[in-house]
């Protein structure tokens, strides 16, 4: 079955910076695209990154342009997300998530908590 294992987050200091991995398994992962959301306590979950199925194309919400790089490495099944320049409002849960015909699939999700 489709699995999406979320992991490297924990408490960083703003400014620091942290990488998060999904692996993923199940399914043909280098024919999907993927992306990382999050969610902040109190607040909708909101997309953070995509990257295309074989890379070349990378979308990423204003609030984190230039500060995150979202990639893929299909030989390893695996999406990463680095994240830079952390600031305390980066603070929530991120998952990773893909779509197929039937359904959208989401990890469990890492907390990513930015504070001094």
């Known amino acids: 079955q489709v699995q999406l294992v979320e992991s490297g987050g924990g408490l960083v200091q703003p400014g620091g910076s942290l990488r998060l991995s999904c692996a993923a398994s199940?399914?043909?992962?280098?024919?999907?695209?993927m992306s990382w959301y999050r969610q902040a306590p109190g607040k909708e979950r909101e997309l953070v990154a995509a990257?295309?199925?074989?890379?070349?194309?990378?979308n990423y919400a204003d609030f984190v342009k230039g500060r995150f790089t979202i990639s893929r490495d299909n030989a390893k099944n695996m999406v990463y997300l680095q994240m830079n320049s952390l600031k305390p409002e980066d603070t929530a849960v991120y998952y990773c998530?893909?779509?197929?015909?039937?359904?959208?699939?989401w990890g469990q999700g890492t907390q990513v908590t930015v504070s001094s």
């Open positions: 990257i295309t199925s074989g890379g070349g194309t990378r």
């Open positions: 199940g399914f043909t992962f280098s024919r999907y695209a």
């Open positions: 998530k893909f779509s197929d015909y039937r359904s959208d699939y």
